[in-house]
Each structure stands twice: as C-alpha cells, then as structure tokens.
C-alpha cells in the first residue's frame, strides 16, 4: 500500500500546541509486507542520509503501534520512503512519518479501517508525537483544532476541523538551517504576564473565525504573545524575516517549532513574488495551497 501526507504548520500565531494547518507539500510511503524477518526500507529525497534504515525508523515504529493496536505483527516489512518536507524546519516531518506509518498499518491489515477509526489513530499519533496539532491535521486535512482531555488516567487527543476560505494561500520561507523542537520548547517560560495572555486568548480565538469567513483578519489574529519571542534567539534570521513582514501588515508567523516562516494570504502571484522579494536570498519560498485531505491511502 502506499500513503501520501500533507507536511503541516502548528500554532499558526498565537495558537499554541492547538491549531494546525495542512499544506499542499507531502511525503510518500509505500509498505509491504514479507514474510523474511525484519525490515527493508530505503530512503530518497530530504534528510534521506539521516533517517534510519532499521527498527528506529519512525515510519516503522509507527507502523508496529498500528499492528499491535490492530492485534498483529507481520514477520517483516519492505519500506519506500519519499520525504519532500524538510525535516527540523517547522513544517511536520515528524507527523508526517508518524501519521504515514498508522496510516499502512490500518491499509494493510485485513478490515483495519473498521478496527482502527481516525479518532484511534489520533490518540496513538499523539502519544508518540507528544502534542497533537500536527498530527491531527496531517489526519484530517485542512485546519484542526487540537487538545487533550484526561480519561481514565490517561490523556486521550481529540480535535475538531475547521474548512478553511477558499481565498487563502501560503507562502513558506523555509531557510537552510533547522531548529531541533526539543530545543524550542527549552526556550519557553514558566510563566507570562496576564496581559499577554489575554491579548494571545482572543488572537486564537479571532484566527478560528478568520481561516473560515474573514481572511481580512489573518494579519491581527496571526500575532502571537506566547512563545515566538522567546525563541528569536534560536532563529534570529526568521525572526528579522517575520518582524519585516509583520510590519508591512502581512500575516506571517513562525511555523511550528521554527526556523520556517509562513505566511497566510490572499492574494495572486504578483503579491507572492513582492514577499519573495522581502525575503531575500536567504530562504527557498516556496508557494503552498491548503491541502483540504489528510493522509491519503491508495494502492501501491
């Protein structure tokens, strides 16, 4: 079987560790299952001399969640792996592979899309993950809300979609330097003060309303008062590309964990090539649509 996925942006502002967007860049996996002990798995395209080609391969580990969900482990399994999202740069790599492996694990077991349902795999998806923005949207396509609540003990993900205005574009910055996540989330504070809190609150609250009816909006409800400061430090040239474009009242932000910024826009390709002009040599731009599917599972 094989699977297509959306990479995906996180927080898109202000909303932190909850909102989620899907773009039109995906990453492809084709799997099969062989009776030889072990794994086959060959690699191409970006990062491809950094990923594991044995049992730590996150697509294979993803993999083996969904068969013991679904109550099986086949002796072996052939990988082909095709990444086209750059890996560490905010846009959901990591989802991608994670979301990729449930996705053949449920394709290639008998009657798995009966037994494993959407809300199942978010549940796993999000426990490996750690946070379930980015892998509820590479599920579900389009923009999703995301949070956990605790049942039983255990903290179980869930999210809700949102259809995005037709009018909406994106354009990514994507430099050629990468932010490690863990290393992000170092750089966040314990505490912040109430105002910026509330101000952030209502900012994504207004950017729900602004995805589906009001892009007009975009540029107030991308500000975001919670986290992307306190990281500039780990991507100063992001966040002089981000302040540069924010000034010039283009709704930009930085996607996910960094280092790539992201901008939200409706406009045609002369406004898309004046903010590639913004953005100088020092990023690829490279023009996105909202990608309205989620991980898509077509026959090998």
């Avoid at 697509?59 to 399994?77: D, N, S, T, W």
């Avoid at 924010?246 to 390709?269: D, K």
Wanted: charged share 20%; aromatic share 4%; proline share 4%.
């Amino acid at each position: 079987m094989q699977v297509q996925v959306p990479a995906t942006s996180a927080n898109l502002g202000p909303g932190f560790d909850c909102l989620g967007l899907a773009l039109t860049m995906f990453d492809r996996y084709i799997a099969q299952v062989q009776d030889e002990p072990g794994v086959d798995i060959d690699v191409t395209g970006e990062g491809a001399d950094d990923v594991a080609r044995n049992d730590k391969n996150l697509v294979i580990k993803a993999m083996y969640k969904g068969f013991e969900f679904l109550g099986g482990k086949p002796r072996g399994i052939a990988l082909r792996q095709l990444n086209v999202i750059p890996h560490s740069r905010g846009l959901g790599s990591s989802a991608s592979a994670i979301v990729g492996g449930l996705s053949l694990a449920r394709a290639l077991v008998l009657g798995g899309n009966e037994r494993m349902s959407l809300e199942d795999m978010l549940v796993i998806a999000n426990e490996m993950e750690g946070h379930p923005d980015n892998v509820a949207t590479a599920i579900f396509g389009g923009a999703n809300i995301a949070w956990q609540d605790s049942q039983r003990g255990r903290m179980v993900a869930q999210s809700v979609h949102i259809e995005v205005d037709a009018r909406i574009g994106a354009l990514a910055f994507i430099p050629a330097t990468s932010v490690a996540t863990s290393k992000a989330r170092k750089m966040l504070p314990e505490s912040l003060p109430h105002a910026d809190a509330v101000r952030n609150t209502s900012n994504a609250a207004l950017l729900v309303h602004a995805l589906e009816h009001r892009p007009d909006l975009l540029h107030t409800a991308t500000a975001d008062f919670l986290h992307q400061s306190y990281r500039k430090d780990a991507m100063p040239q992001s966040f002089a590309l981000l302040t540069k474009l924010r000034n010039a009242g283009v709704a930009a932000f930085i996607s996910g964990a960094g280092p790539t910024v992201l901008v939200l826009h409706t406009g045609g390709p002369s406004e898309a090539e004046e903010l590639r002009r913004a953005a100088g040599d020092k990023f690829i731009a490279t023009e996105l649509g909202i990608a309205r599917q989620g991980a898509n599972v077509i026959s090998a």
